[in-house]
């Protein structure tokens, strides 16, 4: 069973750092594209970053150059490092991982950038 668990949410304010963790278990986590998404009150959820088994990434221009994706294969571990934090990215950060068909989410972790 395949199961993702985020940590590392919380209230940051503008132009601070925050990391999330996504801690996956029930797959062969080097064999599968890692990615994380985002979901603002009231908007639909958007991909923010994606990295391959090797390590290759991939954000959209919102994000370029101020969040970074990153895995540890050994700790099937995926990490996202956001930076350079805007009050537009205050949203429920999900980890993803598609699997065959279907794809996977965990619970969320809550970001919020705030004065």
């Known amino acids: 069973q395949v199961q993702l668990v985020e940590s590392g949410g919380g209230l940051v304010q503008p132009g601070g750092s925050l990391r999330l963790s996504c801690a996956a278990s029930?797959?062969?986590?080097?064999?599968?594209?890692m990615a994380w998404y985002r979901q603002a009150p009231g908007k639909q959820r958007e991909m923010v970053a994606t990295?391959?088994?090797?390590?290759?990434?991939y954000y959209p221009d919102s994000v370029k150059g101020r969040f970074t994706i990153s895995r540890d294969n050994a700790e099937n571990t995926l990490y996202l490092q956001m930076s350079s934090l805007k009050p537009e990215d205050t949203a429920v950060y999900y980890c993803?991982?598609?699997?065959?068909?279907?794809?996977?989410w965990g619970q969320g972790t809550q970001v919020t950038v705030s004065s």
């Open positions: 993803n991982v598609r699997v065959d068909l279907l794809h996977f």
């Open positions: 990295i391959t088994g090797g390590g290759s990434t």
């Open positions: 029930g797959i062969r986590f080097s064999l599968y594209t």
